[in-house]
């Protein structure tokens, strides 16, 4: 497996692409390494997020209630790489 802690994009370039190329070179460099999942987390309050990860193939595995914290629950991802 392979875990990814955090892409950001600038707000002013959203909607370029950039993420998603950030995205497609780290699952590149998992590949090469032998791995063949992707885990990530995101706030279940951040709709735009929950909505990347979906389109990039990420399927939500479940909610992790106080995982960052008391009250700081997150969606836990995972994606199968071909």
Sequence with gaps: EAYI???G????????GLGRQ????FFDDARRAGRT???CVTSPLNEESIAFHEALGFASERVA???DGPGEDRVLFV???T
């Design 65 to 67: 209630h106080d995982y």
């Design 9 to 16: 994009v600038s707000p002013e370039r959203r909607g370029e």
């Design 37 to 39: 999942r992707v885990r």
């Design 79 to 81: 994606k199968t790489l």
């Design 22 to 25: 950030l995205y497609e070179r």
């Design 5 to 7: 802690h955090f892409v």
